[in-house]
């Protein structure tokens, strides 16, 4: 791999060249990764870089990254209200710190504070008791007034008159935003240098099962690939490839939407949340807002969301931020996010031998990618879980060991 | 927006509707008898099919009824729709 400084930079003749490499699939490999999202990527490179498996490919229908790991709004935080989930968002925000570092890619981490507003009484109460959750569990996270929200995020409203005043904010000053295809490509390029095939244009059709019920092969559109571990690492279509090998999963698919705006000079200091009225903002490096609208109320596959849905949202960014109210937006897409019953993922073993699932990440996965890899690499290799993601199961859905996280989680990230 | 066929008041507005899941999962008619395996399954188990799907829907701000329909869930186009307690077409 060719390293990246500021010497290389500075010493660099030409084009700097693919960065990893486009190889054809074997016919067999130790474990195969399903779906060359962040996810699977990360997976991909633990399992080569921690537990020296190096004959590993991971199958990517499209190209990589081009599912929710390129559609989403990249707000990373760990303010999470259940121990289970401190525990796992915070594993990752810590590694995202490192992350740049570890990949020798600029994945662009920048932890510029997240700000989620209360509107309600109710609001307030809720957000300060994760407050105090929070910081039980040794995640930072602070209450501000309405003024201090507003000293903190200049263009934010915070007047008498509005529909839903903002009557404060919990702030994570460490939470932030990343580059989402950095993340993508760094990790690619990592894993791809430790040996690790990335083949895109590679759907998974079928997964193949001995005698005994174990995997042993999956079937894809290039052909037949021998293996006795697939980690499945699909999101939306999880439901669709766990069926492959005859598993139910506790999901479901709904499109999520998000949109930007013309690119202007930098105004947006921060990330501001809004679960109340649905809303969710930041300003990326190149200046366009990015902005978070909500899902569809149905089950869909469709990846674009509803107008109705995205106008929704649009309204109350020009409720909280007047100052956007005459501005375009450039783009809108959808990208199709997996839900679990109680908006926490699962990282663990399937029930079949062999078979592994990361899912469920539903709106809010990109954050907790580093973390996720890591993990899910562990459980594969080991065939156990790691002690932060073992509550992570399919099982906790039959044993009544949830993890409701829908206060944390609604919809917005 | 969809447009959806309440099988009593015919093709309105998505926004009139509320969504009610995968359809046709009967509440089994002696829980207790269940082990944990089936009764997990019956509450969080879904189908969740790239395709066609059996859903509920109700009409809140029409009729106010619930009914089945079957939609294509890549295309998001309605095959058809039916009122409760009638056999699927
Ligand atoms: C609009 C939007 C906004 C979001 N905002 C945030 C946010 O601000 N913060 C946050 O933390 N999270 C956010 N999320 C959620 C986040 O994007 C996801 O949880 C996360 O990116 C999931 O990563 P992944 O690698 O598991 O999935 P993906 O990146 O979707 O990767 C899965 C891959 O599997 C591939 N695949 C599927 N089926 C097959 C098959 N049969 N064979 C081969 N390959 C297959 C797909 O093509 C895809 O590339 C958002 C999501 C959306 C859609
Ligand atoms: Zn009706």
Redesign the interface.
């Known amino acids: 791999m060719q390293r990246f400084s500021g010497l290389a930079v500075a010493l660099r003749r030409g084009a700097w060249g693919p960065q990893w490499r486009a190889p054809e699939p074997q016919a067999a490999y130790d474990a195969v990764i399903v779906g060359g999202g962040g996810h699977g990527l990360a997976t991909a490179f633990h399992l080569a870089r921690d537990h020296g498996m190096s004959r590993i490919a991971v199958l990517e229908k499209g190209w990589i990254g081009g599912g929710n790991t390129g559609r989403n709004t990249t707000i990373i935080r760990s303010n999470y209200l259940f121990e289970e989930s401190s525990r796992l968002y915070d594993h990752a925000v810590k590694k995202w710190e490192a992350l740049s570092q570890t990949l020798n890619y600029n994945v662009m981490f920048s932890q510029r504070g997240v700000l989620m507003l209360a509107h309600t009484v109710h609001d307030v109460q809720v957000f300060q008791r994760h407050v105090h959750a929070n910081r039980l569990n040794g995640v930072d996270n602070e209450w501000l007034s309405a003024e201090e929200a507003k000293e903190f995020c200049p263009p934010l409203r915070i007047s008498a008159g509005m529909r839903y005043p903002v009557l404060g904010a919990a702030l994570q000053r460490r939470a932030g935003t990343a580059r989402h295809d950095a993340v993508a490509w760094g990790y690619a390029r990592a894993a791809d240098a430790l040996g690790v095939d990335i083949i895109q244009n590679c759907a998974v059709t079928g997964i193949v099962r001995d005698a005994a019920g174990a995997v042993e092969a999956v079937e894809t559109t290039r052909g037949k690939i021998r293996t006795p571990k697939v980690g499945v690492v699909a999101a939306g279509n999880t439901s669709v490839v766990m069926a492959m090998a005859g598993v139910r999963m506790p999901l479901e698919s709904y499109p999520l939407q998000a949109l930007v705006s013309e690119p202007i000079k930098p105004v947006f200091p921060c990330v501001v949340m809004s679960n109340t009225i649905h809303a969710y903002i930041s300003q990326s490096d190149k200046g366009e807002l990015v902005i978070g609208a909500g899902t569809d109320a149905y089950i869909s596959y469709s990846q674009r969301g509803a107008l109705h849905v995205s106008t929704h949202t649009l309204e109350a960014i020009c409720e909280l931020f007047p100052d956007f109210r005459r501005m375009r937006m450039l783009r809108n897409w959808g990208g199709i996010v997996d839900v679990t019953p109680d908006r926490s993922p699962i990282i663990a073993k399937a029930p079949v031998k062999g078979l592994y699932v990361n899912c469920g990440w539903g709106t809010g996965g990109f954050k907790a990618t580093p973390g996720s890899g890591h993990l899910f690499a562990w459980t594969m290799a080991k065939d156990e879980p790691h002690p932060i993601n073992a509550p992570f199961t399919i099982e906790r859905f039959r044993d009544g060991h949830l993890i409701d996280e829908a206060a944390a989680a609604a919809v917005a990230h | ?2 447009l959806i066929p309440c099988p009593y008041c015919g093709p309105r507005p ?2 009139e ?3 009610g ?1 995968e359809g046709g999962i009967a509440r089994p008619a002696d829980p207790a008898a269940l082990d ?2 089936a ?3 019956f ?8 395709g066609m ?1 059996v ?1 509920r829907w109700r009409h809140v701000h029409g009729c106010g009824r619930f009914f089945n329909a079957r ?1 294509d ?4 186009l309605f095959a058809c729709s039916w009122k409760v307690g009638e056999a699927a077409p």
């Open positions: 927006m969809l998505e926004l509707f509320a969504y899941g944990d395996d009764w997990g399954a509450l969080y188990h879904r189908s969740n099919p790239r799907h859903e939609r869930t890549v295309t998001d």
